[in-house]
């Protein structure tokens, strides 16, 4: 992704889609109250999970939002971004030998995170006849003695799937069963559309335990460059996430902190500003794109990409 990225960058008239970015920018509020903690010195190390008064409001922000409620001294941390939540993640459960099953089309990252752990991977296909849900029968056949962990992303990049209540409900059942853990990334969370309704995976029954939420800054606030990045989940997880970053990271860098609380207790309308402002992009784009000979596009419920299956374009065009 970082290759082509850094290639678009370097030429003109090109127009990058490499990057799952907003495009709008950080709200003037939350900028102002960096320029105060600046003033103020507020520069100096903190805790390596966080500032206790961040995780307190982000505690408070989850319960009113999934019903969840998390220790904000034990079941919560903040990091420099998704992706270091995500390598933490991993780094803290998965060990070699484990098998870790991915949904796939996904997110690269979580694959390279596979082997970094010294883990087998396990994909299973999300089918664009099965509009980009989970087939329960893929997934049951996947699971093995040895599963450790099973990654979702809802709703998903880059199908843009919201999973239904139903469908979570029965890898809720599984997971219990089998007892295994996931891994839940809820970056897009905010971003939902039409009749897509998002629920977060451990609030349902029993589920907190085995769950590892992983949420961030990025997509709710436009906020990709201040690396504003957290995971939530049982204490002993979050304990060995937390020693982690004693060895790499230290902790969040203390002015997008303060950025993260004033997001968290400004205004709010920003967020459905920017989710219409997707929604109306979507509505106009998913027509003309379904109009292109040889595209099949299922309409996304989430997040803000377009995947369109090009198979029969290529077989038009003698590929």
Known sequence: IRKYFDLASEMEGVISLGVGEPDFDTPAPIKE??????????????????YPALRKLLSEKLEKETGVSYDPETEIIFTTGGAEALNNAFMAVVDPGDEVIVFSPAFITYENLVHMCGAKLVK??????????IDMDDLKAAVTDKTKLLVMNNPNNPTGAVYSKECLEQVCELAKEKNF???SDEMYSRLVYGDGKFYSIASF???????????GFSKTYAMTGWRVG????????ISGMAKIISQTTSNLTAVSQ???????????????????AFEERLNTIYPLLAEVPGFEVIKPQGAFYLFPNVKKAMEIKGY
Request: glycine residues 6%; without cysteine.
């Open 258 to 276: 303060y950025a993260a609380i004033e997001a968290l207790t400004g205004d709010q309308s920003s967020i459905e500003e920017m989710r219409q």
């Open 181 to 183: 853990l996931i891994l």
């Open 230 to 237: 957290f995971a939530v989940g049982d204490p002993e997880i």
């Open 205 to 215: 029954p029993d589920m907190k335990e085995r769950t590892i939420i992983i949420n």
């Open 124 to 133: 299973v296909p999300l089918k664009k006849e099965n509009n980009y849900q």
């Open 33 to 50: 109250a960096v320029i105060k903690a600046l003033e103020e010195n507020y520069t100096h190390y903190g805790s390596n999970r966080g």
